[in-house]
């Protein structure tokens, strides 16, 4: 077996993202997380307090961190791991895991599509990509980042492309799946984003996550935590795959490499289905498709998968999606299992043919990311 690669860890922003790399400009308005007066860890974001509106913010950075809620109503910042925020604790947990290569998206800046300022989303976005060049050289052939894209203003986030490839050494960008601006990701405002990313040779990654006020499939019926959070992940990620393959993206920009992360495969097979049979009986409706979707997704995209779900032999041996699927841990986030991280990805991919096994744990990530 070549080396592991989590295709899909996180980090969690220290103060110092806020306080020391944000702009001062800019600093009260970013995502934060401040202690009111009673020392309690409240979230910040455009200078609101949101805390009231969003999950125990500090549990949900830690393994199992939600499985008592009461237990996870006094957990503080302080108390989320050291490898969240520390490059060479998370080194020591991936040795003891057996992680060769860890590719690591955020946390809280998970929710930068929340800042309605372009000026601001854009600095944001700066401020994190520079701290996380400063945490992954700590080891460059093990420590990879993805930097989110300030899709608020288009021509901003072209700008910090360029400079995160070219200056910071990143092999791939992250945008959210909801729209910004009221606009879908196949909307014609956004080719020189996806034309940017083809010549950069970038992967463009697309990452959801829990607590956003952007515009959210599900968000008018659910509200409950337990609901939404169910609903959040993988209903956009099906959105935004059949914006980029049915909107004609890939059609435009051929040499693209996208993935769809942490909303598992399950739904893969039935969507890719669903999409073929309407580019078949529905295609007047979108004459600049040419190639099946399924036939795109096999060519273009990635997924990451859930250890837990039971639909990976199905999605990657019956539907012959082997060489889309990776797979990532989800550290330090409360629903990840750690210990033992990557022994739950060996079982689960333990029926898979080897062929299959390899792609998965290392060869997929390696060849999105291009490591």
């Not at 202690?35 to 309690?40: L, S």
């Not at 791991?81 to 895991?97: F, N």
């Not at 550290?331 to 079982?347: A, K, Q």
Request: proline fraction near 7%; charged fraction near 25%.
């Amino acid at each position: 077996m070549d080396k592991v690669i989590d295709s899909d860890g996180h980090i969690v922003e220290p103060r110092a993202v806020w306080a020391e790399y944000t702009e001062k400009e800019f600093r009260d308005r970013v995502i934060q997380i401040r202690p009111n007066a009673d020392g309690q860890d409240e979230l910040w974001i455009n200078g609101e307090n949101r805390s009231r509106a969003a999950l125990p913010v500090a549990a949900s950075m830690i393994p199992g961190g939600l499985s008592d809620l009461e237990r996870a109503r006094k957990l503080r910042w302080d108390d989320v791991p050291r490898g969240g925020w520390d490059p060479a604790a998370r080194l020591k947990i991936m040795d003891a895991e057996g992680i060769d290569i860890a590719v690591l998206y955020p946390s809280l800046w998970l929710l930068y599509g929340d800042l309605t300022d372009p000026k601001l989303a854009a600095a944001a976005c700066r401020a994190y990509n520079n701290w996380m060049y400063d945490f992954c050289r700590q080891s460059p052939e093990r420590l990879y980042a993805v930097a989110p894209m300030p899709l608020q203003d288009v021509d901003a986030a072209i700008i910090e492309m360029r400079r995160v490839a070219r200056d910071l050494n990143f092999k791939a960008v992250f945008v959210r799946p909801n729209p910004f601006n009221g606009r879908r990701l196949n909307d014609p405002a956004y080719e020189p984003f996806w034309r940017t990313a083809q010549e950069l040779g970038v992967a463009v990654a697309v990452h959801s996550s829990f607590g956003t006020r952007m515009p959210t499939m599900g968000a008018d019926r659910y509200r409950d935590p337990f609901f939404f959070h169910m609903v959040c992940h993988p209903f956009e990620q099906q959105g935004a795959c059949m914006d980029i393959i049915c909107g004609g993206v890939l059609e435009k920009y051929p040499d693209l490499r996208v993935g769809f992360l942490e909303s598992g495969v399950g739904w893969l097979g039935y969507w890719l289905d669903r999409m073929d049979e309407h580019f078949e009986g529905m295609h007047s409706y979108v004459p600049w498709m040419r190639v099946r979707p399924s036939e795109q997704f096999r060519e273009h995209c990635y997924v990451t998968l859930d250890p837990h779900e039971s639909m990976l032999r199905a999605t990657s041996v019956d539907f012959r999606m082997d060489r889309n699927i990776m797979w990532g841990s989800d550290f330090p986030h409360f629903d990840c299992t750690y210990p033992g991280i990557v022994g739950e990805v060996r079982g689960a991919c333990a029926s898979l043919p080897e062929t299959a096994r390899q792609a998965i744990i290392s060869d997929n990530g390696k060849r999105f990311y291009r490591l």
